[in-house]
T-cell receptor
Framework: DAGVIQSPRHEVTEMGQEVTLRCKPI?????LFWYRQTMMRGLELLIY????????DSGMPEDRFSAKMPNASFSTLKIQPSEPRDSAVYFC??????????FGSGTRLTVV | EDQVTQSPEALRLQEGESSSLNCSYT??????LFWYRQDPGKGPEFLFT???AGEEKEKERLKATLTKKESFLHITAPKPEDSATYLC???????????FGKGTMLLVSP
């Protein structure tokens, strides 16, 4: 299995631009999570899905953030418009039955 | 509110010098406590899950233990390749999400 695949690995964008991060979970996993990691706050849960349905988006910082999971093999996290304070590493993780998360390699986002 | 606190924030060891990392937690009903290792530029990699007080798990030079308030990750005779950030996370009963501590950055010098 290729594991959880995220793209792009690095993204540099200008303030105000739209940014889309992508994630392919492990086949057969029924949960998908989006986390954000910064030095100050560590790993924070943004949103998670169960069987493609969003369950809890209370960690999404603002309306500028949105996430979708159109099918079991693909999810996106979109930031529109982006701001410098959104700069962080964004991780996607998947799991079967909520046990034993597998993380992707992350997307390092820099907003200038 | 669920809280996870890891200490120390950073630890520097000489090769072969054993030590322990601490993870203290406050949750309303623990389902599991997880330890992850994170190398620079990579995602967290799963190490252990502990479910009940008194439980211990081992993997090579690492041993994780759990009490009702904290968990320890013991590193015996570490090697430079053990250098990484070690993350602790808790999962509350009835939920599927993990709440992470900020991690301990371990550096093992030859």
């Amino acid at each position: 299995d290729a594991g959880v695949i995220q793209s792009p690995r690095h993204e540099v964008t200008e303030m105000g631009q739209e940014v889309t991060l992508r994630c392919k979970p492990i086949s057969g996993h029924d949960y998908l999570f989006w986390y954000r990691q910064t030095m100050m706050r560590g790993l924070e849960l943004l949103i998670y899905f169960n069987n493609n349905v969003p369950i809890d988006d209370s960690g999404m910082p603002e309306d500028r953030f949105s996430a979708k999971m159109p099918n079991a093999s693909f999810s996106t996290l979109k930031i529109q418009p982006s701001e410098p304070r959104d700069s962080a590493v964004y991780f996607c993780a998947s799991t079967l039955a909520g046990v034993g998360y597998t993380f992707g390699s992350g997307t390092r986002l820099t907003v200038v | 509110e669920d809280q996870v606190t890891q200490s120390p924030e950073a630890l520097r060891l000489q090769e072969g010098e054993s030590s322990s990392l601490n993870c203290s937690y406050t949750v309303s009903g623990l389902r599991g406590l997880f330890w992850y290792r994170q190398d620079p530029g990579k995602g967290p990699e799963f190490l252990f899950t502990l479910y009940s007080a008194g439980e211990e798990k081992e993997k090579e030079r690492l041993k994780a233990t759990l009490t009702k308030k904290e968990s320890f990750l013991h590193i015996t005779a570490p090697k430079p390749e053990d250098s990484a950030t070690y993350l602790c996370a808790v999962q509350v009963a009835g939920y599927s999400t993990l709440t992470f501590g900020k991690g301990t950055m371990l550096l093992v010098s030859p």
